[in-house]
C-alpha cells in the first residue's frame, strides 16, 4: 500500500503544473484518530489528541510552514526512532517556554521524537478552539490498506490538471478508483456551508428586526407628532423658526 502511494506521488510529480504532492490517511475535516499524549517518566493524566499519519512534504504543499524544526522528509523510513509533528498548542501545554525539538514523547505508549511544531491549523474541523494534534510519519508506520488521501499542489485550473492527474494516476495501476478530485477552495466551502448557512439567516433575521423597529418608531415619532400640531403652529405664530420647531 505504502509502495503504491510512493509510486504514485513519484509519477504525479512528472505532470506539467505539478509542483509538490503528498499523501495522508484521511482528509482534513474528516475523521482522525484520538491518541493519548504523554512525557517519559509523567506520573500525570495522559493528554488527548487528534492524529493522523501523512507523507513528506505534507505542510508544504498546503502552503504551510514548521514553526520550529521540519516537515517530513523522504529519508524519515530510515530513522531509529518514529518522528512526529505536533501543534504549537500541545507543544506549549507540555514544554512551557521551552523548545521540544528532539525530545521524546509518549504517544500510544511508544516513544516518539518531536521534529516539527506546527501552527495551530484546523485540520480536524473548525471548532471554537484549536485542538492539540499529533502528526506522524506514514513511511515510518505505515497506515492499513484502504482509502487514502493525495494532495496534489498544482498551477493552473482543475479542468486542465484534472485528466492528466487521472491519466498518471491509470499509468500507475488501471484498477485503482478515484473517489473524487477536488479543489481545496470546494473542501473548504464543504467544511464551512453550516456557518455560512446560519450566518446567513441570522442577517436575515436581524434585518427584519431592524425594519419591524424602524417601523414602530416612525409610528411612534407619527403620533406624537400628530398629537402637537397645533402646539407647532402656535410656536411658528409667535415667531419659532424652522429650526427651533424640529429641535
Known amino acids: ?39 517519559p517518566g509523567s506520573t500525570e493524566v495522559m493528554i488527548r489528541a487528534e492524529s493522523t499519519r501523512v507523507g513528506p512534504d505534507y505542510l508544504s504543499v498546503f502552503g504551510a510552514a514548521p514553526l520550529a524544526g521540519r516537515d517530513f522528509a523522504r529519508g524519515d523510513q530510515r530513522r531509529s526512532t518514529s518522528a512526529i509533528l505536533i501543534s504549537q498548542n500541545l507543544a506549549e501545554r507540555l514544554w512551557p517556554a521551552q523548545s521540544p525539538l528532539g525530545r521524546t514523547l509518549i504517544v500510544n505508549k511508544e516513544e516518539r521524537e518531536v521534529v516539527g511544531v506546527t501552527p495551530n491549523l484546523f485540520f480536524s474541523g473548525f471548532r471554537r478552539e484549536h485542538p492539540g494534534f499529533v502528526m506522524m510519519s506514514a513511511q515510518q508506520e505505515p497506515f492499513e490498506p484502504g482509502e487514502a488521501t493525495l494532495y496534489v499542489r498544482h498551477s493552473g485550473a482543475l479542468d486542465t490538471i484534472g485528466p492528466a492527474v487521472t491519466r498518471a ?42 425594519f419591524i ?9 407619527a403620533f406624537d407628532m400628530r398629537r402637537r400640531v397645533r402646539e407647532v403652529g402656535l410656536r411658528m405664530a409667535l415667531g419659532a423658526s424652522s429650526r427651533q420647531v424640529l429641535t
Not at 19 to 34: D, I, K, L
Not at 182 to 190: I, M
Not at 213 to 221: K, P
Request: charged content about 15%; proline content about 4%.
Open 213 to 221: 423597529a424602524a417601523i414602530g418608531q416612525y409610528a411612534v415619532v
Open 169 to 210: 494516476l491509470r499509468e500507475v495501476d488501471a484498477r485503482i478508483p478515484i473517489a473524487y478530485m477536488r479543489t481545496w477552495d470546494t473542501q473548504l466551502d464543504s467544511a464551512t456551508w453550516p456557518i455560512r448557512v446560519l450566518t446567513t439567516l441570522l442577517m436575515i433575521f436581524a434585518g427584519g428586526s431592524l
Open 1 to 39: 500500500n505504502m509502495a503504491l502511494l510512493d509510486t504514485m506521488t513519484k509519477t504525479l510529480h512528472q505532470v506539467p503544473g505539478v509542483s509538490r504532492v503528498t499523501y495522508a490517511r484521511s482528509a482534513p475535516r474528516e475523521f482522525w484518530g484520538s491518541v493519548g499524549v504523554s512525557l
